[in-house]
């Protein structure tokens, strides 16, 4: 069985900047790749981030150069960080993996900007 826990979500002003983690555990061989989507309230999950076992990302065109993934791959954990975070971008935020052809989920971290 496969554990996904994000943590870091929180309240923050707009300009302003968060971290999220992602923790996983369990019975993993080996992740393929580990990121981020989001969801805001009444619309669709979206893609934020992912990165690689071998440290190559990939971000939503319109969060490049805000947002910042990065891997400890010992620990089986991803980050994200958030700067210049704006009302737009409040979300729950949700980490999954890719691991032996199956995507795990975590249960999401809320993240509210408020103007």
């Known amino acids: 069985q496969v554990h996904v826990v994000e943590s870091g979500g929180g309240l923050v002003q707009a300009g302003g900047s968060l971290r999220l983690s992602c923790a996983a555990s369990?019975?993993?061989?080996?992740?393929?790749?580990m990121g981020w989507y989001r969801q805001a309230p009444g619309k669709e999950r979206e893609f934020v981030s992912r990165?690689?076992?071998?440290?190559?990302?990939n971000y939503a065109d319109s969060l490049k150069g805000r947002f910042t993934i990065s891997r400890d791959n010992a620990k089986n954990t991803v980050y994200l960080q958030m700067n210049g975070l704006k009302p737009e971008d409040t979300a729950v935020y949700y980490c999954f993996l890719y691991s032996g052809g199956i995507n795990y989920w975590g249960k999401g971290t809320l993240v509210t900007v408020s103007s």
């Open positions: 990165i690689t076992k071998d440290g190559s990302t």
């Open positions: 369990g019975s993993i061989f080996s992740i393929n790749f």
